[in-house]
């Protein structure tokens, strides 16, 4: 929504890039605890799912790129959507498997009784 409204000039890029960068660092943290969630558990194929998304977010942080620059912000725009986007439907797909697997475990649970 920042990249939309600063496309459109609704916002400054100063007030854009603190709002996406404020959500970054939670994002990756939550990324991270929720794969070692699926590993802890036993959920193996859903931890494989998660392990590219992981990997990605450790690898923008080591290379310092997992901020968004004041300065570089309109040029990057596009691949900043881009990239979001992806995430967004990365992040989804996989809580639809999520609840797609959970429900097929209560009615294979409900099934043994």
């Not at 709002?19 to 494989?48: D, K, S």
């Not at 590219?52 to 942080?61: A, K, S």
């Amino acid at each position: 929504m920042c990249l939309a409204d600063l496309e459109f000039d609704y916002i400054n890029p100063y007030d854009s890039s603190s709002r996406i960068n404020r959500v970054i660092m939670p994002e990756f943290l939550v990324q991270g605890v929720l794969c070692f969630f699926y590993l802890v558990t036993g959920h193996w194929a859903m931890a494989l799912l998660s392990v590219p998304y992981l990997y990605y977010n450790v690898d923008l942080y080591m290379r310092r790129q997992h901020l968004v620059d004041v300065t570089e912000i309109y040029n990057m725009l596009k691949w900043e959507k881009k990239q979001r986007l992806f995430k967004l439907a990365y992040l989804i797909l996989l809580l639809f498997l999520t609840i797609f697997w959970m429900i097929m475990a209560a009615l294979d649970e409900h099934d043994h009784e």
